[in-house]
């Protein structure tokens, strides 16, 4: 938690942060120096020491509750995590060059024992990357009416037949979270989650070419035969599950943005005092100052926003709206901020000897992922619009 009387971390969480820090500059930056500028999974020989530290240092799946292995860290914990482990060359995407673990998607823990057991136990131990599938082609930003992947009961299993786009990290993963329609009728009472392994027959997945270096994939499935003892909760309320960790993971996908900029920023800034234009330092240039001010204010204000989500989500408030404002501005903010780092690099900031042009590409996408801006800005104007009273 933060001191109630300011926006200053407390104690416990400023150790944390340092942690976490040191760690990066320390242990993972001068690891991600030795591999290619594109490079997205770091080879088991320079992984599994950084792991092991992690995992000394207490931070082993950060959002896992501790009872299954996991750091268990609230969500004021995740985003402090999330904002300093962005700061390497692959990003937010792979905090800490991956040397954290991947947390399973969370709605596994609201599954039976059996299904932790065989599934999330054994990703956390090794730290493997399950996907969640949840995006179509026919609309990704109205999951609950847009789904059109089915799964029909037939007796003890059910058959699903259908197509999820973008989804990260399934090419590689051995399993992963699918949300299917078992009701005709649109809504998402109608919506189940159940575990799919990829390694039974009707399942494909084909790599999708983005703008940055690592491919999300298109999921096939063909008469793809599911378990009844792989539904996770009540058929139908797949999407009540979901709820939750939909909300309260785009606060450290905000931080995760936040960090990024922050490092192009403080990267930017020293640039600018070291380089020489026209006999003086770019520092001195008043169009430089000015980017560089805009950017520290814009950042603050991301900061702030995403810590008083977090804040209220402690407190038990609903942070829909909180969560919408967070990732919508510090995901425009970040590219804004990047933008203008790479303007002040010049050349050398489209080149790949600084991880500037990598970070653009990423945070490019941010503005899509998890909800697009323009859904998010619907979110909060309809939660505005339909409010009966004033507020405080």
């Known amino acids: 938690m933060t001191n109630t009387d300011s926006w200053e971390l407390s104690e416990e969480l400023t150790m944390l942060q340092d942690t976490v820090r040191r760690f990066m500059v320390n242990d993972v930056q001068p690891i991600e120096d030795q591999v290619p500028h594109d490079t997205f999974e770091l080879p088991s020989k320079l992984l599994e020491p950084l792991q092991k530290k992690a995992r000394d240092l207490g931070l082993w799946c950060i959002r896992t509750p501790s009872e299954y292995g996991g750091t268990g860290l609230d969500l004021m914990g995740q985003i402090v995590v999330s904002e300093e482990a962005a700061k390497c060359r692959m990003g937010a995407y792979v905090p800490a060059c991956g040397a954290f673990g991947s947390d399973p998607p969370n709605v596994i823990f609201k599954g039976s024992q059996d299904q932790i057991e065989r599934f999330a136990l054994p990703a956390i131990q090794t730290g493997e990357k399950p996907f969640t599938a949840i995006t179509e082609a026919g609309g990704g930003s109205d999951p609950r009416r847009s789904i059109r992947t089915r799964a029909v009961r037939k007796g003890d299993r059910y058959i699903v037949n259908g197509t999820k786009m973008y989804i990260t990290g399934a090419g590689q993963a051995r399993w992963g979270i ?8 649109d809504g998402r009472d109608g919506i189940t989650c159940f575990v799919v392994e990829t390694d039974k027959p009707g399942f494909e997945a084909r790599p999708i070419p983005v703008i940055r270096s690592y491919s999300p994939y298109e999921l096939v499935f063909e008469d793809y035969e599911i378990p009844i003892e792989n539904r996770i909760g009540e058929e ?38 070291q380089r020489e234009t026209f006999r003086s330092p770019l520092a001195d240039k008043q169009a430089i100052q000015w980017m560089i001010a805009d950017s520290e204010v814009e950042l603050r204000a991301a900061r702030l926003l995403t810590y008083q989500a977090a804040w209220r989500g402690a407190l038990g408030h609903d942070i829909k709206v909180d969560a919408s404002i967070a990732k919508l501005y510090s995901t425009e903010t970040a590219g804004r901020v990047i933008d203008r780092c790479v303007q002040i690099f010049g050349s050398l900031g489209v080149s790949n000897e600084l991880p500037l042009e990598r970070w653009y590409r990423e945070l490019r996408i941010k503005r899509i992922g998890e909800g697009p801006s323009e859904v998010h800005r619907m979110v909060i104007a309809r939660d505005l619009l339909h409010q009966q009273k004033g507020r405080n």
């Open 236 to 273: 139908g309320q797949g999407f009540t599950l979901a709820e939750h960790w939909l909300v309260q993971g785009r606060l450290p996908y905000s931080a995760g943005v936040i960090g990024i900029a922050q490092a192009a920023l403080d990267m930017a800034i020293d640039w600018a005092k």
């Open 178 to 185: 699918l949300y299917a329609r078992t009701e005709m009728e």
